[in-house]
């Protein structure tokens, strides 16, 4: 892999996720802004681009499964996984944090007022994303895993009703700026999640679960945005090209 200020976090992200490992050591968004340059970010965030670029290649030297390079896998695969790891996820774990920031806010709100404004950031969040994935399990996950079946049939598939499948793409891909962008307000709020030196034991418990939170959402977005969501674009591009 090469490692060249102009290449985009994205890019190297998509190309080996164990990558991500690095740049969220320095805070560096590899989703929602993974198309910000080598060079933008660490002139943004004052890092020595040679020091990450050796970092992400010590990383990316450890030996790795075979089987989880996901860029291998056929799409409705990666559909699949989406939903039932990540998609699960959030609605297993949304209404537990909801109840420790609801707790934190009667308990500590009183000192510490910011808690009202990242429990009110997650609320919004987690009521967003339900909505936001029944979207993309009723409509565009469909279609997804229709135009992989129809890559190893050979049979023509169906046109959707939204035109092409760059347009819930593009929806989507809104949404997660738009979670990308309530994070950071909330890291913000909290100094990146780390609890105050009068902080209980479930404070430290729930910004522990929220950074888990927001990590598991940075691979769910990184999945879609930088692999699935391409490869559905090409590949519906190639099938209506061959169908012609």
């Known amino acids: 892999m090469k490692i060249t200020p102009e290449r985009t976090v994205g890019s190297i992200v998509a190309e080996d996720y164990r990558t991500a490992s690095v740049f969220t050591k320095y805070g560096i968004d590899f989703c929602c802004k993974g198309g910000y340059s080598v060079q933008d970010v660490c002139e943004r965030k004052n890092i020595d681009q040679a020091k990450l670029a050796d970092e992400i290649i010590k990383v990316i030297g450890r030996d ?36 420790y920031l609801d707790k934190l806010c009667k308990v500590h709100g009183d000192r510490h007022p910011e808690l009202f404004a990242i429990n009110e950031e997650f609320n919004t969040c987690i009521g967003a994303m339900a909505m936001h994935m029944k ?81 598991d959402l940075h691979l769910h977005i990184h999945l879609e945005n930088n692999i699935m969501f391409p490869r559905a674009i090409e590949l519906e591009k190639r099938l209506a090209h061959a169908a012609n």
């Open 64 to 99: 790795v499964s075979s089987g989880n390079d996901v860029r291998t896998w056929p799409l409705d695969r990666l559909a699949d996984h989406v939903e039932t790891v990540h998609h699960r996820y959030v609605e297993e774990r949304g209404p537990i944090l909801k109840q």
């Open 135 to 215: 979207k993309e399990e009723l409509i565009l996950f469909p279609f997804v895993r229709n135009l992989a079946k129809s890559e190893r049939s050979g049979e023509p598939f169906k046109a959707p009703r939204f035109g092409t499948v760059e347009s819930p793409v593009k929806a989507m891909m809104e949404d997660h700026n738009d979670e990308g962008e309530r994070f950071e307000r909330m890291n913000a709020l909290s100094n990146n999640f780390t609890p105050p030196a009068d902080g209980c034991t479930t404070y430290t418990t729930a910004f522990r679960m929220l950074r888990e939170f927001e990590a």
